[in-house]
């Protein structure tokens, strides 16, 4: 039974999916009611309801899980937090929203839900704009975040990517959007991305054609409206590297 709790708290692959997001809020409240552990995790994954729920864009069970004081800083096995997983979002537009209800929520501090988090690197080194990167999933942190933002931009994970720098490298056009409109820092280049082939790639040429439309993406870049973005196109040794190195 155990094993299909998530599941069912969650709408995750098995029961859970044919459950409405209030069926599945009801049933958690239920199993909450008669005593189940609101911390038990999956023994394989590590997974807990919270995660699961954030990963799939139900609030409604958040708000219970939220309401009952959960640990919400609690990790997976894969040193992962319910930010990391609502970043994997898979719910469309309300995706996104799982961030602005997470940190808002009158009872985030009491589950230990705090922005620092967000900083907070998982077993690869992937911080939640990391994930998001990868998932394409377009997150405001700004109206909520503003002490974490120069952190989220500028945090490298294993492979030495920014969350900008990931997104080019998938190919993912909403996460780049994200990170340069709140002033990821386009002329930034990977330290150790890809091993020494890709040491040194930049935002552009890190969107090379990693899967096939990553050309578009670099074209796409260089006539962003923001403007951060023109520093793509000044290379390195450039007038302005020449005169920022002057005294």
């Known amino acids: 039974a155990e094993g299909k709790v998530v599941c069912v708290g969650a709408g995750e692959q098995g029961a859970g999916t044919m459950l409405s997001e209030e069926d599945s809020a009801r049933s958690v409240e239920y199993l909450l009611d008669q005593g189940f552990d609101p911390k038990w995790a999956h023994g394989d994954s590590g997974m807990t309801m919270a995660m699961a729920a954030a990963a799939s864009a139900q609030t409604a069970v958040l708000q219970i899980l939220l309401a009952r004081h959960v640990d919400l800083a609690q990790l997976d096995k894969q040193a992962m937090h319910v930010l990391h997983h609502a970043a994997t979002a898979t719910s469309g537009a309300r995706g996104s929203d ?26 690869r080194g992937r911080t939640v704009l990391h994930v998001a990167a990868e998932c394409d999933m377009d997150v405001n942190l700004d109206p909520l975040c ?24 998938y190919d993912a056009r909403g996460a780049l959007d994200t990170c340069l409109r709140l002033g990821g820092d386009a002329s930034v280049r990977a330290e150790e991305a890809m091993g020494a082939a890709g040491s040194g790639a930049g935002v552009v040429n890190g969107s090379a054609k990693v899967y096939g439309s990553g050309g578009k993406t670099a074209l796409w ?17 450039s007038e302005r590297d020449s005169q920022a190195e002057k005294p």
């Open 146 to 169: 503003r002490d974490q933002l120069v952190e989220c931009l500028t945090a490298r994970d294993k492979d030495g990517f920014t969350p900008l720098l990931r997104a080019a490298f």
């Open 98 to 123: 799982v961030f602005s209800f997470l940190l808002a929520h009158p009872e985030a501090a009491a589950c230990q839900l705090t922005s620092q988090l967000l900083t907070m690197p998982d077993a």
């Open 221 to 237: 870049l260089l006539f962003h409206p923001v403007r951060a973005v023109s520093d793509i196109r000044r290379p390195p040794g």
